[in-house]
T-cell receptor, first 114, second 114 residues
């Protein structure tokens, strides 16, 4: 099992450009999440998908959109990148029936917006 | 809404010394509590979690944490650290009926010196 995979690992964008971060899991998990990590702020939830076909906003959704393509894949799109979106992005998944569900994280995408 | 405070942003310690990383949370309802570890340039992985029962929880790599409901704390301890424990440690909470969404603290960087 590869677990949770993310592409790309690194990306540099110019202000106003768009891009999609890809995430896939092979653990047959129902729930998937996108977080951003900024120094001193821990991880903050951007969007989540409790199950295939549903998505909901988290703590910091502005400037982002998501698509739950199927049970395995959950993508994050930046339509018009801004320097404030410079961050490390992590995708995670969990089996939603797992009580106090352990989340399994991907290796992250380091994004710089100039 | 719940929140998590990690009182120390950095903790330097010598190899083979004991360490305690502090975590306090606030919530008006019952929570589940987690500690995650992030090694350099990697995603997060679960160290341990408290769901219910015994307040002393043992995790991987010799770490343990104690849930103290009256002090709303969940401090992480290890009696003797190794160089390989150098990493960032995150405390997190989820409401026990909140769809497994995590709220993270700001993180504590543990620096183990030889």
């Amino acid at each position: 099992n590869a677990g949770v995979t993310q592409t790309p690992k690194f990306q540099v964008l110019k202000t106003g450009q768009s891009m999609t971060l890809q995430c896939a899991q092979d653990m047959n998990h129902n729930s998937m999440y996108w977080y951003r990590q900024d120094p001193g702020m821990g991880l903050r939830l951007i969007y989540y998908s409790a199950s295939e076909g549903t998505t909901d906003k988290g703590e910091v959704p502005n400037g982002y959109n998501v698509s739950r393509l199927n049970k395995r894949e959950f993508s994050l799109r930046l339509e018009s990148a801004a320097p404030s979106q410079t961050s490390v992005y992590f995708c995670a998944s969990t089996l939603s029936t797992d009580r106090g569900g352990t989340q399994y994280f991907g290796p992250g995408t380091r994004l710089t917006v100039l | 809404a719940q929140s998590v405070t990690q009182l120390d942003s950095q903790v330097p310690v010598f190899e083979e010394a004991p360490v305690e990383l502090r975590c306090n949370y606030s919530s008006s309802v019952s929570v589940y509590l987690f500690w995650y570890v992030q090694y350099p340039n990697q995603g997060l992985q679960l160290l341990l979690k408290y769901l219910s029962g015994s307040t002393l929880v043992k995790g991987i790599n010799g770490f343990e944490a104690e849930f103290n409901k009256s002090q709303t704390s969940f401090h992480l301890r290890k009696p003797s650290v190794h160089i390989s424990d150098t990493a960032e440690y995150f405390c997190a909470v989820t409401l026990n009926n909140a769809g497994n969404m995590l709220t993270f603290g700001g993180g504590t960087r543990l620096m183990v010196k030889p």
